[in-house]
């Protein structure tokens, strides 16, 4: 990727450049749009491992509360289906899912059906990932999992 020196564009853009970097760094300090230069090519990409580890449910059980869709407190084990959370895998669905805190987020029975239904909500998905669990967010890997580069976040 060829990068345009910062003095060559707008100073309106490059302000937004700058925020932007500053502003979606991963828990390794890794810039959301920084992760393409990191990782090169597709083609070169390593091969990844799934990681298959139920802990990493019950670690997301016992630390979220709230719902990341829709910010609303829910109850892992309630009976009412709008109450009620579940793990959301961002990338791998039920097939090759990969069970890894940066991989999963709680959300509600409804908002999962909606996330699921939805492709184009992808970006919005990865902004509410960083926002909510900016300590467990790591573009690299998530990248990895996608296989291909992430879509451009959509903030709120």
Not at 36 to 51: D, F, K, M, N
């Given at each position: 990727m060829k990068r345009t020196p910062l003095n060559a564009v707008s100073p309106q853009r490059a302000i937004k450049r700058a925020n932007s970097r500053d502003e979606f760094r991963d828990c390794h300090g890794v810039a959301f749009d920084e992760v393409q230069s990191l990782l090169g090519p597709v083609r070169s990409w390593p091969r990844i491992q799934r990681v298959d580890d139920r802990d990493v449910i019950v670690r997301v059980q016992r630390t979220f509360v709230n719902c990341f869709w829709c910010n609303e407190r829910g109850d892992w084990h309630s009976q009412a289906r709008h109450l009620q959370l579940d793990p959301h895998h961002i990338f791998g669905?039920?097939?090759?899912?990969?069970?890894?805190?940066?991989?999963?987020?709680?959300?509600?029975?409804p908002c999962h059906d909606l996330i699921q239904s939805d492709s184009k909500l992808l970006g919005r998905v990865l902004y509410r990932k960083w926002l909510l669990d900016r300590m467990c967010t790591n573009w690299v890997r998530l990248s990895l999992l996608f296989g291909r580069f992430l879509p451009d976040l959509i903030t709120e």
């Amino acid at each position: 990727m060829k990068r345009t020196p910062l003095n060559a564009v707008s100073p309106q853009r490059a302000i937004k450049r700058a925020n932007s970097r500053d502003e979606f760094r991963d828990c390794h300090g890794v810039a959301f749009d920084e992760v393409q230069s990191l990782l090169g090519p597709v083609r070169s990409w390593p091969r990844i491992q799934r990681v298959d580890d139920r802990d990493v449910i019950v670690r997301v059980q016992r630390t979220f509360v709230n719902c990341f869709w829709c910010n609303e407190r829910g109850d892992w084990h309630s009976q009412a289906r709008h109450l009620q959370l579940d793990p959301h895998h961002i990338f791998g669905g039920s097939a090759g899912r990969s069970d890894e805190l940066t991989n999963i987020l709680p959300v509600h029975r409804p908002c999962h059906d909606l996330i699921q239904s939805d492709s184009k909500l992808l970006g919005r998905v990865l902004y509410r990932k960083w926002l909510l669990d900016r300590m467990c967010t790591n573009w690299v890997r998530l990248s990895l999992l996608f296989g291909r580069f992430l879509p451009d976040l959509i903030t709120e």
